[in-house]
């Protein structure tokens, strides 16, 4: 028996170690995440469950937003062809954990860029495509008008995990408010506990309230308070250790900034192949090999404003147009007074 | 070689070496259990190496920084730790589950004698109550009650006031009753353990009483006088004094009304309970029904003949046989109910899934260490009851040949 | 204060039909009154202060059933009713709250559900009643039924369960010899058939994500996939506990106690969040694979304390007779012990199944849409605001359909065994 014993020790010893390797090696590879996307075909991007004017599929189900088009740009820079996305509805809860365990491959979910969870959950960050703070809203019969009106006793609505949750607590501690913290997982929920006057607040980033307020029974009857009390800069997420993957969805972004800082536009992309400035040649593919730099064709980045269109485009259609947010707020370009300041695609 | 022949030149194999075939199916298990948790716990490692990830529990320590909605018995706030914000949703778990199986075994217990009332309106009802509750799924039970029902309750400017009497109010953020303050209350308490071990050693000396001489006391009685009695003295001289704090509808805007005061008891809570309850009262009644129907009938005749009236025969034969084989399914149901109150993580009920298996996990991140916590939490209180449930089955069991 | 009624004399034989007729218009004019008062806002007794106008109704009527309670009265339908509602005051109490229960809840309930409301249209608009607005199920039927699943292709999952129904209702009617065949065509060869009808890929058929997998027709494939899989698991699990060899018993006790241990919503989570972390980065596990696999092992714990329940009720006997018959541990077992012990366990399998159905639900909670899932997609659908109420019922009705007819299958079940022995 003790023969059987050690054959078996040893038998065990070899496949553990054939292990080692094949899982070793499997990990060292570079940028799986593209050689995975280029073979099926398709960017695996997940989204929020409806939120419009960021991610939000109509009836037949064609999904809009300007989360949605962070997504199509990559699409059409790596396969091609910007409709060639699958998107995911994710919950606040279940967002991070899809994209660790290799679900989605991006997370364009209006997330907003802390610390924590930049470094401590294996995320990386890649940009931002959408500025922003919290904020409150209210009824408008409830007489608020600011948040200086708040008194103790007050409940609040709000997302499960999310930075609004921290943040509340935050705020309503600095000003000695006590209140009653209602948290729900989908942020449906969250909207209905609100409309049927379960909480009398309603808190998350103010580009959601103003996206929420389309979804509640009298729209007309709710104001959000003025009072930002956090910065929240939404941007795109993907996981940690794929720096090729990264640079990609950085870029893509980038690239839709900077267009629209040199007045590239979906309609003139091609007319500018022959523009006098090199920096706008470059944005198009016509000079320089930004491309192989990303592991792409050159053509990556005229695909991208082309398709999907350069950041202002995608703002317009999306959020303005539709009656959100009319105003860019801090998401214009720098050089008109906002926020957005990409480094240079060169 | 056919399969027969492999078979049997297999088993004449074994047959000729006992001790191999002891040992190597017990190897082997092992062999392959030791295996699939090698092969997770490496794959973990190298995926959390990759995500720059690591493993430990000293998260544990580290500032919350979000608030629960519901925390009796433990002060936090979000200043307080991980581990604090673990234990408030384990006691929230603890006050559901408790509230639950209390008002399920009543509820159950009444549902399933009625199951066998003669009269055929009552079994009727509580059949068709059964048949209901019994096969629409958990879940749906409780959305509906808290999506359906609890919400469509009044706001606090408009809430309703039982009996008009301003004590206790009812609206879509709550219930509210009054909350009773105690002055001296450790007396009062003291005050009311005395009279039970009073009355319990005094119950001894009736029993044995009733043995040698046949005297019987009026023990319902006596008992009654002294639980009254006792603490009602430790109010008139002791000093103990109860006051209550009322709720108030306080205006915090021009439409927001809140009650302050009292005790809260928020909807979640409500329809968490009530959702548990009504559904695992029926499975209660069903064993309470089989229980009883169990009990032969030549117990009830030969009880009926020797002159015990309906109510003793049911109190002193039906019941005690009754109820050994009602609790052991009925401590199955418990075990059920408390492990059915996890489904609070749907509605916003802070229970331990909702606060540590949801908030807390979605702001570290660490999959693997909160849900292993959370998953050992409810084994141990499983393992409790199973423990408990086992030693009261080998004690009343019906010793067989 | 029941003897003060009695100024007529007590309610006996000889003064029958005084009685009776004196009974029954006291009680008549009590409901009478209740269905003045309730629905058409009248009161006869309007003289009387209000309190007492609560109770008039309760009152005439309590009064005229104890006229009624004339024992042995010679009339056979009133000694039956005597007997059962009557058979003192407590229960005519009893009886009578119920009866007034009724009266007051059906009628409104009634015209909630049937005659005030909407079953003919298309948009909101056209829920003008005060009752249930069916138009909303209606319209959201085929995302009920199918979840997200593409309109064009909704043909592979009906003939997939076409296929199994059609199967199965043949298993019922054939002889021994084709049923084997009819079963093992079913346990092996239909999977395959079914997952590739309704995932797509191959054959020409369109890949449809499981993502898009949802509503009824997603409760029924994790519940059956789920009842497949974790019947030959547990009856393994169930044979291992009772084994001899002490590690094996060990493990499948641990196994089992872990598993009935903890709540499925932990599992799910664990199945959901945890479980990709111990794949290898290449592996990717579906998110349904995932979770069927999960509640199938949940289950087979379950489902081994059921089968263990039958094999310890066959008599040591068996064991006795087949192994001074020289059969192996394993011959013994397939041969004589399980087909018996089967046998015993097939109403404790249909419960099992029962509740596995009724447990699919939580599987929103990860994400995955089945039948409740898409009615809260639907309900939060801005244009069908406020229609909850209508969304749960028919959730309700749906589940309450399947389950109490599985139920009563399993209860025929049960007496057909029992009288087998």
Same mark, same amino acid.
């Given at each position: 028996?003790?023969?059987?014993?050690?054959?078996?020790?040893?038998?065990?010893?070899?496949?553990?170690?054939?292990?080692?390797?094949?899982?070793?090696?499997?990990?060292?590879?570079?940028?799986?995440?593209?050689?995975?996307?280029?073979?099926?075909?398709?960017?695996?991007?997940?989204?929020?469950?409806?939120?419009?004017?960021?991610?939000?599929?109509?009836?037949?189900?064609?999904?809009?937003?300007?989360?949605?088009?962070?997504?199509?740009?990559?699409?059409?820079?790596?396969?091609?062809?910007?409709?060639?996305?699958?998107?995911?509805?994710?919950?606040?809860?279940?967002?991070?954990?899809?994209?660790?365990?290799?679900?989605?491959?991006?997370?364009?979910?209006?997330?907003?860029?802390?610390?924590?969870?930049?470094?401590?959950?294996?995320?990386?960050?890649?940009?931002?495509?959408?500025?922003?703070?919290?904020?409150?809203?209210?009824?408008?019969?409830?007489?608020?008008?600011?948040?200086?009106?708040?008194?103790?006793?007050?409940?609040?609505?709000?997302?499960?995990?999310?930075?609004?949750?921290?943040?509340?607590?935050?705020?309503?501690?600095?000003?000695?408010?006590?209140?009653?913290?209602?948290?729900?997982?989908?942020?449906?929920?969250?909207?209905?506990?609100?409309?049927?006057?379960?909480?009398?607040?309603?808190?998350?980033?103010?580009?959601?309230?103003?996206?929420?307020?389309?979804?509640?029974?009298?729209?007309?009857?709710?104001?959000?308070?003025?009072?930002?009390?956090?910065?929240?800069?939404?941007?795109?997420?993907?996981?940690?250790?794929?720096?090729?993957?990264?640079?990609?969805?950085?870029?893509?972004?980038?690239?839709?900034?900077?267009?629209?800082?040199?007045?590239?536009?979906?309609?003139?992309?091609?007319?500018?192949?022959?523009?006098?400035?090199?920096?706008?040649?470059?944005?198009?593919?016509?000079?320089?090999?930004?491309?192989?730099?990303?592991?792409?064709?050159?053509?990556?980045?005229?695909?991208?404003?082309?398709?999907?269109?350069?950041?202002?485009?995608?703002?317009?259609?999306?959020?303005?147009?539709?009656?959100?947010?009319?105003?860019?707020?801090?998401?214009?370009?720098?050089?008109?007074?906002?926020?957005?300041?990409?480094?240079?695609?060169? | 070689?056919?399969?027969?022949?492999?078979?049997?030149?297999?088993?004449?194999?074994?047959?000729?070496?006992?001790?191999?075939?002891?040992?190597?199916?017990?190897?082997?298990?092992?062999?392959?259990?030791?295996?699939?948790?090698?092969?997770?716990?490496?794959?973990?490692?190298?995926?959390?190496?990759?995500?720059?990830?690591?493993?430990?529990?000293?998260?544990?320590?580290?500032?919350?920084?979000?608030?629960?909605?519901?925390?009796?018995?433990?002060?936090?706030?979000?200043?307080?730790?991980?581990?604090?914000?673990?234990?408030?949703?384990?006691?929230?778990?603890?006050?559901?589950?408790?509230?639950?199986?209390?008002?399920?075994?009543?509820?159950?217990?009444?549902?399933?004698?009625?199951?066998?009332?003669?009269?055929?309106?009552?079994?009727?009802?509580?059949?068709?109550?059964?048949?209901?509750?019994?096969?629409?799924?958990?879940?749906?039970?409780?959305?509906?009650?808290?999506?359906?029902?609890?919400?469509?309750?009044?706001?606090?400017?408009?809430?309703?006031?039982?009996?008009?009497?301003?004590?206790?109010?009812?609206?879509?953020?709550?219930?509210?009753?009054?909350?009773?303050?105690?002055?001296?209350?450790?007396?009062?308490?003291?005050?009311?353990?005395?009279?039970?071990?009073?009355?319990?050693?005094?119950?001894?000396?009736?029993?044995?009483?009733?043995?040698?001489?046949?005297?019987?006391?009026?023990?319902?009685?006596?008992?009654?006088?002294?639980?009254?009695?006792?603490?009602?003295?430790?109010?008139?001289?002791?000093?103990?004094?109860?006051?209550?704090?009322?709720?108030?509808?306080?205006?915090?805007?021009?439409?927001?009304?809140?009650?302050?005061?009292?005790?809260?008891?928020?909807?979640?809570?409500?329809?968490?309970?009530?959702?548990?309850?009504?559904?695992?009262?029926?499975?209660?009644?069903?064993?309470?029904?089989?229980?009883?129907?169990?009990?032969?009938?030549?117990?009830?005749?030969?009880?009926?003949?020797?002159?015990?009236?309906?109510?003793?025969?049911?109190?002193?034969?039906?019941?005690?046989?009754?109820?050994?084989?009602?609790?052991?399914?009925?401590?199955?149901?418990?075990?059920?109910?408390?492990?059915?109150?996890?489904?609070?993580?749907?509605?916003?009920?802070?229970?331990?899934?909702?606060?540590?298996?949801?908030?807390?996990?979605?702001?570290?991140?660490?999959?693997?260490?909160?849900?292993?916590?959370?998953?050992?939490?409810?084994?141990?209180?499983?393992?409790?009851?199973?423990?408990?449930?086992?030693?009261?089955?080998?004690?009343?069991?019906?010793?067989?040949? | 204060?029941?003897?003060?009624?009695?100024?007529?004399?007590?309610?006996?034989?000889?003064?029958?039909?005084?009685?009776?007729?004196?009974?029954?218009?006291? =009680? &008549?004019?009590? !409901?009478?009154?209740? $269905?003045?008062?309730? *629905?058409?806002?009248?009161? /006869?007794?309007?003289?009387?202060?209000?309190?007492?106008?609560?109770?008039?109704?309760?009152?005439?009527?309590?009064?005229?059933?104890?006229?009624?309670?004339?024992?042995?009265?010679?009339?056979?339908?009133?000694?039956?009713?005597?007997?059962?509602?009557?058979?003192?005051?407590?229960?005519?109490?009893?009886?009578?709250?119920?009866?007034?229960?009724?009266?007051?809840?059906?009628?409104?309930?009634?015209?909630?559900?049937?005659?005030?409301?909407?079953?003919?249209?298309?948009?909101?608009?056209?829920?003008?009643?005060?009752?249930?607005?069916?138009?909303?199920?209606?319209?959201?039927?085929?995302?009920?039924?199918?979840?997200?699943?593409?309109?064009?292709?909704?043909?592979?999952?009906?003939?997939? =369960? &076409?296929?199994? !129904?059609?199967?199965? $209702?043949?298993?019922? *009617?054939?002889?021994?010899? /084709?049923?084997?065949?009819?079963?093992?065509?079913?346990?092996?060869?239909?999977?395959?058939?079914?997952?590739?009808?309704?995932?797509?890929?191959?054959?020409?058929?369109?890949?449809?994500?499981?993502?898009?997998?949802?509503?009824?027709?997603?409760?029924?494939?994790?519940?059956?996939?789920?009842?497949?899989?974790?019947?030959?698991?547990?009856?393994?699990?169930?044979?291992?506990?009772?084994?001899?060899?002490?590690?094996?018993?060990?493990?499948?006790?641990?196994?089992?106690?872990?598993?009935?241990?903890?709540?499925?919503?932990?599992?799910?989570?664990?199945?959901?969040?945890?479980?990709?972390?111990?794949?290898?980065?290449?592996?990717?596990?579906?998110?349904?694979?995932?979770?069927?696999?999960?509640?199938?092992?949940?289950?087979?714990?379950?489902?081994?304390?059921?089968?263990?329940?039958?094999?310890?009720?066959?008599?040591?006997?068996?064991?006795?007779?087949?192994?001074?018959?020289?059969?192996?541990?394993?011959?013994?077992?397939?041969?004589?012990?399980?087909?018996?012990?089967?046998?015993?366990?097939?109403?404790?399998?249909?419960?099992?199944?029962?509740?596995?159905?009724?447990?699919?639900?939580?599987?929103?909670?990860?994400?995955?849409?089945?039948?409740?899932?898409?009615?809260?997609?639907?309900?939060?659908?801005?244009?069908?605001?406020?229609?909850?109420?209508?969304?749960?019922?028919?959730?309700?009705?749906?589940?309450?359909?399947?389950?109490?007819?599985?139920?009563?299958?399993?209860?025929?079940?049960?007496?057909?065994?029992?009288?087998?022995?």
């Amino acid at each position: 028996m003790l023969k059987y014993l050690k054959q078996l020790t040893s038998l065990v010893a070899v496949i553990a170690v054939l292990f080692a390797f094949t899982t070793e090696s499997m990990a060292a590879k570079k940028s799986k995440t593209l050689k995975n996307t280029i073979k099926k075909g398709f960017v695996r991007c997940g989204v929020s469950q409806g939120l419009p004017g960021f991610s939000n599929a109509d009836a037949s189900g064609n999904w809009t937003g300007v989360d949605v088009d962070v997504c199509r740009a990559v699409a059409a820079a790596v396969l091609g062809d910007a409709s060639k996305v699958k998107f995911t509805p994710l919950s606040a809860k279940e967002r991070f954990t899809a994209l660790i365990a290799g679900e989605i491959d991006i997370l364009s979910r209006n997330t907003t860029w802390t610390l924590s969870r930049d470094a401590d959950i294996g995320l990386t960050f890649v940009g931002v495509n959408f500025y922003d703070g919290q904020g409150f809203m209210v009824r408008k019969s409830s007489g608020i008008t600011s948040t200086s009106d708040f008194k103790s006793g007050l409940s609040a609505c709000v997302n499960i995990g999310t930075t609004t949750e921290l943040n509340m607590r935050d705020f309503f501690t600095a000003n000695g408010i006590t209140y009653e913290p209602v948290v729900f997982e989908k942020a449906d929920e969250v909207v209905a506990a609100y409309d049927s006057g379960r909480c009398d607040t309603y808190t998350t980033d103010k580009s959601g309230l103003a996206a929420q307020r389309t979804k509640l029974s009298n729209p007309d009857d709710h104001i959000v308070l003025p009072e930002t009390i956090s910065k929240e800069p939404l941007g795109p997420v993907v996981r940690q250790g794929d720096a090729v993957w990264e640079d990609i969805v950085r870029w893509s972004l980038n690239v839709m900034i900077e267009a629209e800082e040199y007045g590239i536009t979906s309609a003139n992309a091609d007319a500018m192949k022959t523009s006098e400035n090199p920096q706008i040649k470059r944005l198009v593919g016509a000079e320089g090999e930004l491309g192989a730099a990303l592991g792409l064709d050159n053509d990556w980045s005229l695909r991208i404003i082309k398709q999907v269109g350069n950041y202002g485009e995608s703002y317009k259609r999306n959020i303005a147009d539709t009656g959100i947010l009319p105003t860019r707020g801090p998401n214009e370009l720098w050089t008109k007074g906002g926020l957005l300041y990409v480094p240079p695609a060169r | 070689m056919n399969l027969k022949s492999t078979t049997s030149s297999i088993s004449d194999f074994f047959y000729a070496r006992p001790k191999l075939k002891y040992y190597l199916p017990q190897a082997l298990t092992i062999f392959f259990i030791v295996f699939i948790f090698g092969y997770f716990s490496y794959n973990a490692q190298v995926n959390m190496d990759n995500r720059g990830i690591d493993f430990g529990l000293r998260f544990l320590g580290e500032e919350s920084s979000f608030d629960i909605q519901f925390t009796p018995f433990v002060e936090y706030d979000g200043t307080k730790s991980y581990a604090t914000a673990y234990l408030v949703g384990l006691i929230n778990t603890i006050i559901v589950a408790s509230i639950g199986i209390f008002f399920a075994t009543i509820l159950g217990v009444v549902i399933g004698i009625s199951r066998l009332s003669p009269n055929y309106l009552i079994a009727k009802m509580s059949e068709i109550y059964i048949e209901i509750f019994r096969n629409v799924p958990l879940l749906l039970q409780l959305f509906f009650w808290y999506f359906a029902v609890l919400r469509a309750l009044p706001l606090p400017k408009d809430a309703i006031n039982f009996f008009n009497l301003d004590v206790s109010f009812l609206s879509i953020k709550g219930l509210y009753v009054p909350r009773f303050i105690w002055t001296n209350g450790s007396l009062f308490l003291t005050s009311i353990i005395a009279s039970i071990i009073v009355i319990f050693f005094l119950f001894k000396f009736f029993k044995k009483e009733q043995e040698q001489t046949g005297k019987q006391y009026p023990k319902f009685f006596i008992s009654l006088a002294i639980i009254i009695v006792l603490p009602l003295l430790t109010f008139l001289i002791g000093g103990v004094s109860l006051d209550f704090e009322y709720p108030e509808l306080k205006q915090l805007s021009a439409t927001i009304f809140n009650f302050q005061g009292g005790i809260s008891i928020i909807p979640e809570l409500m329809a968490l309970a009530l959702a548990l309850s009504l559904y695992t009262a029926t499975f209660i009644a069903e064993n309470v029904r089989a229980g009883i129907e169990g009990i032969t009938r030549g117990q009830k005749e030969a009880a009926a003949s020797i002159g015990l009236t309906p109510g003793q025969t049911l109190k002193l034969v039906v019941m005690p046989q009754a109820l050994r084989i009602i609790i052991p399914p009925t401590t199955n149901q418990y075990l059920n109910l408390t492990k059915n109150s996890s489904l609070a993580a749907a509605i916003a009920y802070p229970d331990l899934v909702l606060v540590f298996a949801g908030t807390a996990l979605m702001q570290t991140g660490r999959a693997i260490e909160i849900i292993s916590i959370t998953m050992l939490s409810y084994l141990s209180l499983s393992i409790t009851i199973s423990i408990f449930m086992n030693w009261y089955n080998k004690k009343i069991a019906i010793k067989e040949k | 204060m029941i003897e003060n009624l009695n100024f007529l004399g007590k309610p006996s034989k000889d003064k029958l039909n005084l009685f009776v007729s004196m009974g029954i218009f006291l =009680f &008549l004019l009590g !409901i009478i009154d209740l $269905i003045l008062n309730s *629905f058409f806002e009248t009161n /006869i007794t309007s003289i009387l202060p209000r309190w007492l106008n609560y109770f008039t109704p309760l009152l005439f009527s309590f009064i005229g059933l104890h006229y009624i309670r004339i024992e042995l009265s010679g009339i056979k339908i009133l000694d039956q009713l005597n007997k059962n509602i009557n058979s003192n005051w407590f229960n005519a109490i009893l009886s009578l709250l119920v009866i007034f229960v009724l009266i007051k809840t059906i009628p409104g309930l009634l015209n909630w559900l049937f005659f005030d409301a909407n079953f003919i249209g298309n948009t909101k608009e056209e829920c003008t009643g005060d009752g249930a607005c069916w138009l909303f199920i209606r319209f959201w039927i085929t995302r009920f039924m199918y979840g997200l699943y593409p309109d064009a292709e909704i043909w592979r999952i009906n003939v997939a =369960f &076409l296929m199994l !129904i059609g199967t199965v $209702i043949t298993a019922f *009617f054939v002889g021994p010899k /084709i049923k084997k065949y009819i079963i093992i065509f079913l346990l092996f060869i239909f999977p395959f058939i079914a997952i590739n009808l309704i995932s797509g890929g191959n054959f020409g058929l369109v890949w449809v994500e499981t993502g898009a997998w949802g509503g009824l027709s997603l409760t029924f494939i994790v519940s059956i996939f789920a009842m497949l899989f974790c019947f030959p698991i547990g009856m393994f699990l169930a044979l291992g506990r009772r084994s001899s060899y002490p590690v094996v018993k060990y493990a499948s006790i641990g196994f089992i106690e872990f598993w009935r241990g903890v709540p499925l919503i932990t599992v799910l989570f664990m199945a959901s969040v945890m479980f990709p972390m111990f794949l290898p980065d290449e592996v990717f596990m579906d998110k349904l694979v995932r979770v069927i696999i999960a509640i199938t092992l949940f289950e087979a714990a379950y489902m081994a304390e059921v089968i263990r329940g039958g094999l310890q009720a066959l008599p040591k006997g068996q064991y006795d007779a087949s192994k001074s018959l020289g059969m192996g541990y394993w011959r013994m077992h397939l041969l004589i012990i399980l087909p018996q012990a089967l046998k015993i366990t097939i109403p404790g399998l249909a419960n099992t199944f029962i509740a596995l159905f009724k447990d699919t639900p939580l599987i929103l909670v990860v994400g995955l849409l089945e039948l409740i899932g898409m009615i809260d997609m639907a309900k939060a659908n801005p244009y069908w605001l406020g229609f909850a109420i209508e969304g749960y019922v028919f959730a309700g009705a749906v589940y309450w359909v399947f389950c109490f007819s599985m139920s009563r299958y399993s209860l025929s079940l049960e007496k057909k065994y029992k009288t087998d022995r």
